[in-house]
């Protein structure tokens, strides 16, 4: 007996697959299957309504049942709807009730448009119409009005991210193999000759949006920064020195920080990146954390800190770029400095779930998509380092559990 909307659903499923089974065996025809000699097409002819009807409701059914064991966050981050650019989402108070023409005369666009977007956003189970022409949140579309970081992420995927994925297949056919990131599909939508980092320091509200959009990476499942506090031994620096290279605002040394607190901290970023960040510090940390801007392609300017820790970062880059910001950090190395990375590592085929392992393969694209990147696998990571400079001796690479990303370990090793 069903107890809750997905138990409802997951019968609904399992009873009109059985239905669809049933007719397909009754009828000799074979089982849905993606093998190379399998059905290139449904098999339920249209005249069999009612197991048609049964199909349609397997595909309805699972695609709320994931949605729902998503949650309103992650479904938000896994597939979006270009909803936020119109502002339609506050458009209206959550709780109230507003019409098409309400929402229109709130947004730029004619009530035409604002029932286009709307109605395919409720198909989608964003907002929802408890009577005809009247709109009301539920709980996705409230989350969007109401969480400014994943609004964030939403507005940065639809209106920086899907613009440089549709010019990708051009920017491969205009620049073959390159590795320059300013060559991509990101750069033609933008018609720019910067990169993306570059480009947005010209636009300080998408430099502040994309930053969300990261943050809000930060703030999902798997992302936790407690992975990066707990799976290293940061003890052991005692009262060292931490550079965090690319560090953003400096969201995972204040989380170190407050855990281990004879450690101190310099956090590196774009000057437009930084700007402000200073003053977000908590005053118990402020003493023990510094911002300071800093092109990471060019020589590290912090002579003989214990780590260099790079959270997110190469993944962004090219291997030739990759070898030069590893490059560039050898005239600050001390020995025994640490290089410490936290971030993505290429699965082989088949290990995650499908649903995991997709996520990776649309992140290995998007970074070629913005900065010709590309991830990389265990063995790449290691090999990124021997080709900076033997000196440096990969020591390990493990995936904390539960985490998404992985530390990795590195040794300058001079001698
Ligand atoms: C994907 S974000 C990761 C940020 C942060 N480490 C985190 O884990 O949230 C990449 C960061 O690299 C910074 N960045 C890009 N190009 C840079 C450069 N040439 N020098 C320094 N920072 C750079 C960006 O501003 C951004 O903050």
């Known amino acids: 007996m069903a107890t809750s909307r997905i138990a409802e659903l997951a019968d609904n499923i399992a009873t009109n ?22 059905p290139s097409d449904t098999l339920v002819p249209k005249n069999e309504l ?33 909803i936020t650019r119109f502002g339609l989402t506050h458009a209206f108070a959550v709780g109230s009730e507003a019409s098409f023409s309400d929402i ?12 286009q977007f709307i109605r395919h956003a409720i198909v989608k189970d964003i907002f929802v119409e408890p009577r005809p022409g009247f709109v009301a949140h539920n709980a996705v579309s409230r989350l969007l009005a109401e969480d400014q970081v994943i609004y964030d992420w939403v507005g940065a995927s639809t209106d920086d991210l899907w613009q440089g994925a549709a010019q990708t297949c051009n ?44 943050r809000s990476f930060t703030e999902g499942t798997g992302f936790e920064l407690s ?19 690319g560090g953003s605002q400096g969201f995972a040394c204040m989380a170190i920080a407050h855990k281990f607190p ?9 000057e437009a990146v930084i700007v402000g960040a200073q003053e977000q510090v908590p005053p118990e940390l402020a003493s023990r954390i510094k911002y300071m801007g800093h092109d990471f392609l060019t020589e590290q300017p912090i002579k003989g800190a214990d ?11 090219s291997d030739k770029y990759c070898i030069k910001i590893l490059q560039s950090l050898i005239p600050a190395l001390k020995p025994g400095a640490k290089i410490v990375l936290n971030d993505n590592v290429l ?28 991830e990389r696998e265990l063995g790449a990571w290691a090999k990124l380092f021997k080709l900076a400079d033997p000196r440096f001796e990969f020591q390990w690479g493990r995936q904390p559990a539960g985490a998404n990303l992985w530390l990795m370990v590195a040794e300058w090793k001079p001698s």
């Open 347 to 374: 699965p082989k085929p088949g290990v995650l779930s499908r649903w995991q392992e997709n996520r990776l393969r649309s992140m290995d694209l998007t970074m070629t998509e913005i900065q010709n990147s590309h």
């Open 262 to 270: 004879s450690l101190s901290f310099v956090v590196q970023d774009l």
């Open 104 to 115: 229109a005369a709130a947004s730029s666009l004619n009530e035409t448009n604002v029932q």
């Open 227 to 245: 992975h990066v506090v707990e799976n290293f031994s940061w003890g052991e620096v005692k009262d060292g020195m931490v550079v965090d290279v």
């Open 171 to 214: 920017a491969l056919e205009k620049f073959p193999g390159s590795q320059e990131s300013n060559e991509t599909g990101f750069a033609l939508a933008n018609q720019t000759d910067r990169n993306i980092y570059e480009e947005f320091s010209q636009f300080p509200s998408r430099a502040r949006r994309f930053g969300n959009a990261m």
């Open 307 to 317: 780590v260099y820790f790079f959270r997110w970062i190469l993944h962004n880059w």
């Open 50 to 82: 009612d197991i048609e009807a049964a199909r349609v409701a397997i595909i309805d059914d699972t695609q709320e049942l994931r949605r729902l064991v998503l949650g309103p966050r992650e479904y938000l981050m896994s597939y979006t709807v270009t």
């Open 17 to 38: 697959t059985s239905k669809l089974n049933g007719y397909l065996v009754a009828n000799g025809l074979p089982s849905p299957s993606f093998d190379i000699d399998g």
